[in-house]
């Protein structure tokens, strides 16, 4: 009995000890102070890199939440800035993201220049001739088209945010003409056109472009948005339908292009053997070539001062209405299949229905000063991709 007695007053001895020396639980959240929450606070520190600011619900003016609280940042990029992503203790590239204040948070919004500038084009009527001599009567609609060529920068941006999001693509892109394929774009060429994408891959990222910024996507495929340009969806990229009455970002017509190529007043239009926002003709020789290389950048071979490779967008002088690069530094995906010109005046004609090829517009580093008229046409199979050509957004006004 005595030894049973002290076997169990070891045991409460060894048990007592063992609760001092571990103290309460402390592993419980913050003391709730008796009213059944915490009321422990922890600061959300927000930085930024870039211009651009940064909404937060539930606001707080000194910065600090109860722990626990869940808050909505959405991060708003200035007028002619992008936003890239979150970084530190919030990670991902969705403008709006949540986080819970279970400790200190420091959160950084990356902004960048992303040359995403819009210009307004009046509607109008105009000549729309090739080099061949077949013309028509082009009556266009105003709309918006891309001041520069859609950067790599911003194609690496929107294409991070979409492969996040429901998006696939054949292939993702490359920093101008020298970039490495998919890599995160490098201080001193992000600014060059995105190239080595397919028009399979631009019509589906203009869509993700679209959603990202509240758009309406423009693309579609059996009544869905288009959201895959890989080859296992080729048909249905081939096949795809154009809302234009739809406020997405989407690829030119082919007579959007050179209506925006050659406008000058509205009454007058850069006639199509001269470079857009040229004023010699081709067949003035050697004037013609200094002429070009005010506004494109094109073959050294040629007359030409590329240096064979391509350009930061916007380091040529612009046509009239302030656009960039429309003759010169990359070709660029229009939406039409590339086909004969119809007969008779036409109202915002787009060829979708005849012929095998997309249209290319513009020309581009590598080529002859030849092309770089704004009615030479030129062609490439939609599902090849190449490090001399683009695109180049269009939007209704």
């Known amino acids: 009995m005595k030894k049973r007695i002290s076997i169990i007053f070891l045991v409460l001895v060894l048990l007592a000890s063992a609760f001092l020396m571990c103290g309460p639980d402390d592993t419980t959240e913050p003391d709730d102070g008796g009213d059944g929450g915490s009321t422990t606070k922890y600061t959300l520190t927000i930085n930024k890199t870039g211009n651009g600011s940064v909404t937060k619900s539930p606001d707080s003016a000194d910065g600090k939440y109860v722990y626990g609280t869940v808050v909505s940042l959405t991060a708003v990029a200035d007028s002619g800035w992008c936003f890239v992503e979150w970084q530190g203790d919030l990670t991902g590239s969705n403008a709006t993201e949540t986080i819970t204040m279970d400790g200190d948070k420091i959160i950084t919004a990356e902004f960048c220049l992303s040359k995403t500038e819009m210009v307004s084009v009046p509607g109008g009527t105009y000549t729309q001739e090739d080099t061949l001599g077949n013309s028509f009567s082009h009556t266009i609609s105003a709309f918006s088209i891309g001041k520069y060529e859609v950067t790599y920068d911003l194609w690496y941006i929107v294409y991070a945010w979409a492969t996040e999001n429901g998006y696939e693509f054949a292939n993702a892109g490359m920093e101008g003409s020298n970039g490495t394929v998919g890599a995160k774009p490098t201080d001193s060429a992000k ?36 959201k895959d340009s890989r080859d296992s969806n080729g048909s249905n990229c081939d096949s795809a339908t154009a809302d234009f009455s739809a406020n997405g970002y989407r690829l030119p017509t082919e007579g959007e292009w050179q209506y925006a190529a050659s406008y000058k007043d509205g009454t007058n239009f850069t006639p199509w053997d001269y470079a857009s926002g040229g004023t010699v003709a081709y067949d003035n020789g050697s004037k013609y070539q200094n002429d070009c290389k005010k506004v494109a950048w094109y073959s050294n071979s040629y007359g030409g001062d590329s240096d064979g490779h391509t350009h930061a967008v916007g380091g040529k002088k612009a046509n009239a209405l302030g656009l960039h690069d429309m003759s010169g530094n990359v070709y660029e995906w229009c939406w039409d299949l590339f086909y004969s010109y119809p007969t008779g005046p036409q109202t915002d004609y787009a060829n979708s229905s005849a012929g095998s090829f997309r249209v290319l517009r513009g020309s581009n580093w590598k080529y002859g000063h030849d092309l770089l008229v704004v009615g030479c046409r030129n062609r490439y199979e939609d599902l090849y991709n190449y490090y001399s050509i683009g695109f180049r957004l269009v939007r209704r006004p």
């Open 191 to 226: 600014y060059e056109p995105v190239t080595e994408v397919n028009w399979r891959d631009a019509i589906v990222w203009c869509n993700a472009y679209s959603e990202k910024s509240g758009f309406t996507p423009v693309y579609k495929s059996g009544g869905n948005v288009l």
